[in-house]
């Protein structure tokens, strides 16, 4: 971890003290570094329809694409508790659209002094779905860059 990413992990926590989660007391933030250099903040907000709940880490990614930017250096995943939270099945898959060498770093309260996990999203993600045309042209054998579906 050099000297950006415990910066990241630092801003993951402080935004983390932002979250809405009256539900589960939860609380998470994420700082996402565009390669341009710009952090991108997210936290997540809880609903009382418990579905629409979106984690801080896709929260940090629409913000980011919202704002212009689709390339991604690292993003730092603060939660509550003294260990490190890993991201949940759709934040990964969330996370993997940007590039397996996205750096995932994990974080628990005490930031970057506590312990903190350091993967990559391609990692996190094993026998990952990333191209659906590909199987749709063995399968039928359509051109996967045409306008013809699968017809399923
Ligand atoms: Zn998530």
Redesign the pocket.
């Known amino acids: 971890m050099n000297d950006r990413h415990r910066e990241l992990v630092d801003a993951a926590c402080a935004q983390r003290l932002r979250s809405y989660s009256p539900y589960s007391h939860f609380r998470v933030g994420a700082a996402l570094l565009g390669k341009s250099g710009v952090v991108y903040l997210g936290t997540n907000v809880e609903n009382a329809s418990f579905g629409l709940s979106i984690?801080?880490?896709?929260a940090a990614v629409c913000r980011a694409v919202a704002d212009g930017e689709q390339a991604f250096e690292a993003i730092a995943i603060c939660a509550d508790g003294s260990e490190p939270t890993p991201?949940?099945?759709?934040?990964r898959q969330v996370l993997l659209e940007f590039g397996p060498d996205l750096v995932v770093l994990m974080a628990g309260n005490g930031g970057a002094a506590g312990p903190v996990q350091v993967s990559t999203a391609g990692d996190l993600v094993p026998l990952a779905f990333t191209n659906f045309k590909a199987n749709l042209a063995d399968e039928h054998g359509d051109d996967p860059n045409g306008k013809q579906g699968g017809g399923r």
């Open positions: 984690c801080a880490e896709r991201p949940c099945g759709a934040c």
